[in-house]
């Protein structure tokens, strides 16, 4: 097993921040890790400038030590997007989500996930011109890798937390058409909530009296967020969610929703929207996406980047470990009970 002192001996100072903040709801956040892209493209030599690549599954480990040493943080939350779905063995992508997935669940708290839109690994394979049929990661495939803690046969769910007066939702947004075409191939990128997801959503997890914070794998609403795609213009990464905008709604019309965490953009946003702070984060995989990312090397603390997020009062802490910084930010409509 490798040493992963170089992570770990730089984490005591962060832990004591957590610690002495002293919230009663903490849980860690990891997303976009995309395991062994990085290595693929080195070996590869498949982008200009890779020459090294970090683990994963290395990063998840070293969570290990923060769970050790703060005892209140309660969970781990999975963001979505993996693994290396660019890879060209359909049988080598699976054992990149395996392999991150199992370093998630030996950790000593549940593990809850979303579903990325890398994670049905059809976007790249399509665009490839490949048989996508060997490919594709269906709905049920996918729960048996990441919905270890998932109580329902979904891949979308919410959790009621028993000390605290608070549901987290967790949506899927690989949750789009894979009908087949007369070829037997499946439509490629689809990031997408299905109209039977969003009905859930606003008929049964936005039901409830408790505070509502909804983790998705990307932004439900892309205004005002700031991404890698199109540098140096960047207001509107990548494209928009389908069925977002249903979602959006449904989150403004609830007085319960209090918070939105997410990745895919791979970047540092802290927006607030109608008393919703929406959060998203860097991705934990060791790129540096524009200039006014953090600055990224393997072999250092700068090669992983992941949140604990701490919520006491109106108030929720962001301590960073890996590249990048510490955020606070206010809950508004937690101030006015």
């Known amino acids: ?51 090294e690549y970090e683990y994963a599954a290395d990063a998840v480990r070293s969570i290990q030590y923060i769970l050790d040493g703060c005892p209140a943080i309660s969970m781990v939350i999975n963001g979505g997007d993996m693994g ?53 990661v269906l709905p049920d495939e996918m729960h048996d890798i990441c919905m270890k803690y998932n109580p329902t046969p979904k891949n979308y769910y919410y959790i009621d937390l028993k000390e605290d007066n608070f549901r987290f939702v967790f949506l899927d947004v690989s949750d789009g058409d894979y009908r087949q075409d007369k070829n037997g191939q499946r439509q490629g990128w689809m990031y997408a909530v299905s109209d039977n997801q969003a009905r859930w959503f606003e008929r049964e997890a936005l039901a409830t009296d408790r505070n509502v914070i909804v983790f998705c794998h990307g932004p439900v609403c892309n205004n005002g967020i700031y991404g890698s795609a199109g540098y140096p213009q960047g207001i509107k990464p990548y494209y928009d969610l389908i069925n977002g905008p249903r979602l959006h709604h449904a989150m403004k019309a609830s007085k319960n929703v209090v918070c939105h ?5 791979h970047y540092d946003n802290l927006l607030y929207d109608d008393g919703i702070l929406t959060v998203t984060t860097q991705s934990s995989c060791a790129q540096k996406w524009c200039p006014s990312c953090p600055d990224r090397k393997v072999g250092t603390i700068t090669e992983t980047a992941f949140d604990v997020f701490s919520i006491k009062g109106d108030t929720v802490k962001i301590t960073r470990f890996g590249a990048g910084y510490d955020r606070m930010g206010a809950l508004p409509k937690l101030s006015k009970q």
């Open 1 to 51: 097993m490798r040493d992963i002192s170089y992570l770990t001996d730089n984490y005591r100072e962060k832990m004591n921040a957590v610690n002495d903040f002293g919230a009663p709801l903490n849980f860690v956040f990891i997303t976009d890790a995309h395991n062994r892209m990085n290595e693929f493209s080195v070996k590869e030599n498949r982008v200009e400038g890779i020459n």
């Open 261 to 265: 965490i997410a990745g895919h953009v």
């Open 84 to 136: 290396n779905d660019y890879h060209y063995d359909p049988k080598v992508i699976r054992e990149t989500y395996r392999e991150y997935m199992d370093a998630l669940y030996a950790l000593s708290v549940p593990v809850h996930s979303c579903v990325g839109n890398h994670d049905n690994a059809l976007g790249n394979c399509t665009d490839e011109g490949w048989d996508n049929r060997r490919y594709v």
